[in-house]
């Protein structure tokens, strides 16, 4: 028997994320635990950040291989077993039916029941990516992905239709989930700096990382949080 968190009740969960690294900046301590609880946990790379350097000796195939090894490293740190990479183009993602299909696929064949992205209704929030991915994975959830008459290809595709029963939200204006992630930090650490490409060897990072978790438990009694925005599907 896997342990029971007090902030959850289920088996698996889905990380829908726009960009390498963005599932283990919003919420490395919290798939680290859930990973250490017994939970399964599966990200989905929309783009794999072929745009995601300053450097103009690397070519765009270059810089999605590096990028690719460097996401499926950081997820092995923290017992993520399976990455899936849906190859965008990083800073063209558009929440379109092409999109929302494909991560309705994800949805049928990993079955999770906690669905994890970005926020995709925060005000004034800038990166068109994380948006159009978070807007994509919320309209993936529900109809598409329980009715059958959705992408019906899939079933074709021996993939049957599937409920997610809770969506979290992360980067949220207003969170109502704070997970304490104080004994799994060294592992949000560790994953991250899987990402050389990104943060080089973390020094300028990680403080800033390490303030924004702790200002996400200032309300409440951890040391560092990291916190979701949720929703209970009650269809
Ligand atoms: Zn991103």
């Known amino acids: 028997m896997s342990e029971r968190l007090p902030w959850d009740g289920h088996d ?9 690294d963005d599932a283990e900046f919003s919420s490395g301590g919290t798939i680290a635990r859930l990973v250490k609880a017994g939970r399964e946990v599966t990200i989905v790379q929309v783009t794999s950040g072929d745009k995601g350097t300053p450097r103009r000796d690397l070519t765009t195939q270059e810089l999605v291989a590096l990028r690719e090894k460097e996401e499926e490293e950081a997820a092995r740190r923290l017992g993520v077993k399976t990455v899936e990479f849906l190859h965008k183009t990083d800073g063209e993602v558009e929440p379109n039916l092409e999109l929302r299909g494909e991560i309705v696929r994800m949805i049928r064949r990993h079955k999770p029941n906690v669905l994890i992205t970005h926020d995709p209704f925060r005000a004034y929030a800038f990166h068109p990516d994380h948006r159009g991915v978070g807007l994509a994975a919320h309209d993936a959830v529900y109809p598409s992905a329980r009715d ?23 980067n949220a204006e207003h969170p109502d989930l704070f997970v304490d992630i104080t004994g799994t930090w060294d592992d949000k650490v560790d994953s991250l700096c899987a990402h050389v490409s990104q943060i080089g060897d973390g020094v300028e990072v990680f403080p800033r990382v390490r303030e924004r978790c702790a200002e996400m438990a200032k309300d409440v009694d951890f040391e560092l949080a990291e916190a979701f925005k949720t929703v209970v599907m009650r269809m």
């Open 12 to 20: 698996r969960y889905l990380l829908v994320v726009a960009h390498p």
């Open 148 to 170: 059958p008459l959705f992408f019906p290809e899939h079933l074709e595709e021996g993939l049957e239709p599937h409920k997610v029963n809770e969506i979290w939200y992360f």
